[in-house]
């Protein structure tokens, strides 16, 4: 997931009455990012949601497109962002600690592609602004939030 704090706060208030926990509103987001791989039309995309389970109403949907940085609108097609920086760190740092509490920076540097150069200190900076991790008092380690 790849949403500030604030934007996580507002959608939690928004789809309250849906919605109850952080958690589902991840999954949702996940399978939002995961049908804007191929940019679609606004009425597209709320059809193909409402057929995976996401009974998001029009409203709500736009509200989410329109708040997300890493969705990108050409036109009238609406598409996930997935080439900058910060979304392919967050990515490989998704996957180096799935299922870990704490993973090493040095670790995850080793997953980073030779022709991106990142150091250490942008990879915590990256990661602890996404929400999801926190930098441990010797700056060498990210741990888990806990949520």
Not at 139 to 144: C, D, K, P, Q, T
Request: glycine content about 6%.
């Amino acid at each position: 997931m790849r949403l500030d704090n604030k934007t996580q706060r507002i959608l939690v208030a928004v789809l309250k009455p849906q919605l109850v926990t952080y958690k589902e509103v991840c999954i949702l987001v996940e399978t939002i990012y995961e049908q804007l791989k191929t940019p679609k039309p606004i009425e597209e995309l709320h059809q193909r949601l409402n057929e995976a389970g996401v009974k998001w109403n029009m409203s709500q949907l736009q509200l989410f497109l329109l708040m997300d940085s890493n969705i990108k609108k050409t036109g009238n097609l609406y598409g996930a962002g997935g080439n900058n920086l910060n979304t392919i760190i967050l990515d490989i740092v998704d996957k180096v600690m799935d299922g870990k509490p704490i993973a090493p920076i040095r670790k995850i540097m080793e997953y980073v592609p030779n022709d991106i150069t990142v150091s250490g200190e942008e990879i915590s900076k990256i990661a602890e602004s996404s929400g999801k991790y926190i930098i441990h008092s010797n700056g060498a380690v990210l741990m888990r939030t806990k949520n």
